[in-house]
């Protein structure tokens, strides 16, 4: 009887310090508690500021992730050797250049946002008449922004005009100047003859 006695009182004094270290260490450890019921006032809004804080940030970073930009815009478009009309502006999606007599032109281009793609750069051939250089941007989530520039390259016959206008100026020119030596030798040879004749008048005298 007085072992079983014995054994109940020592399981209550072990029950009893049992609980005491439990409360010990939610009274050292107020985080264990549950919400900032073991913080004072003061303690309990810096943490609650920075658990908004924190919740802000990882919102913003799953954001960040999940939504694409859309940014399809160009920064710079050129046609190296001539200048487009009108002036670039990321807006403006039409433009043009003067006729020209080359075989191909090379486009350059930059993103703005450099996770959209860009294309239809490089060493572009030409057709004659009329040729539609196109620049397309596809942003990161897939919209895509066409820019064009109209090119002229000049008609073979025209080109052959110009040439065999530029023949003809080239032959009157050289005909110009035959004639021109032509009469520089015959004003020479008349003044010889003049300054011959004159001689002879003044030794006769």
Known sequence: MKNKS?????????LVLTLNLISLKAYA???????????????????ANEEIKN????????????????????ETLEINGYELTPEFDKQTINYEIEPIDVE?????AIAEDSRAKV???????????ENDVKVEVTAENGAVR???????KKENSE??????????????????SKNTIT??????????????????????K
């Not at 005009?161 to 530029?166: A, G, I, K």
């Open 104 to 108: 191909q032109v090379e486009v350059t």
């Open 29 to 47: 450890d107020p985080s264990a508690s549950k919400g900032f019921a073991g913080y004072d006032d003061v303690t309990a809004e810096i943490k």
């Open 159 to 176: 080109i052959s005009n110009n040439n065999q206008e530029n023949a003809i100026v080239n032959e009157e020119n050289k005909d110009n």
């Open 55 to 74: 919740q802000e940030i990882y919102e913003s970073e799953k954001e960040t992730e999940t939504v694409q930009s859309s940014n399809n815009f160009l």
């Open 119 to 129: 294309s239809g750069t490089g060493k572009i051939a030409l057709n004659s008449g």
């Open 146 to 152: 066409t820019y064009h520039i109209k090119v002229n």
């Open 183 to 204: 009469y520089i030798i015959i004003a020479i040879l008349a003044i010889v003859i003049i300054i011959i004749l004159v001689k002879n008048q003044i030794k006769k």
């Open 6 to 14: 014995l054994k109940v009182i020592l399981t209550f004094v072990l």
